[in-house]
């Protein structure tokens, strides 16, 4: 599924460099705390998955769904960190407007590309040159 996902971006966005992609998702924040008498419920925000792209231009985020995408230039991008943990990672992306804050998938069952695709980037910093 995930696959066939990435297939329909790179073909409606004609994504050439395709080891450039990997998968995440958004880290969800509470917003909302239901205290109760006999628990405190913490409600979050919806989870969404994206792919995103790196190049020497910057940072691209496609939905997975394909429906639209933003695009953070890395001269907009103050500081970028990645964090690795087993199978999962953490990317935070700080704009002088916002933070934004992501897991990364490093290892998805059937999608051995992400794999391929995290070792790539690494290699070459995700082209963050600051």
């Known amino acids: ?12 966005y004609n994504i050439e460099k395709i080891q450039n992609i990997i998968y995440g998702t958004n880290i969800p924040m509470p917003n909302a705390v239901v205290p109760t008498p006999w628990k405190t419920y ?12 790196f ?16 695009e953070i ?12 943990i087993s199978i999962l990672g953490k990317m935070t992306i700080t704009t002088k407007d916002d933070t934004y804050k992501f897991q990364i998938n490093r290892f998805v069952v ?6 391929t695709n995290t070792k790539y980037l690494e290699s070459v910093n995700y082209f963050y040159k600051k």
């Open 73 to 84: 230039p890395w001269t907009d991008i103050i500081d970028f960190k990645i964090s690795h």
């Open 1 to 12: 599924m995930i696959t066939e996902q990435l297939n329909y971006v790179i073909k409606k």
């Open 42 to 53: 913490i409600k979050f925000e919806q989870s969404e998955f994206y792919f995103f792209y």
């Open 55 to 70: 190049d020497e231009q910057g940072i691209k985020i496609y939905l997975r769904n394909g429906e639209g995408y933003i």
């Open 110 to 115: 059937g999608c051995s590309w992400i794999k």
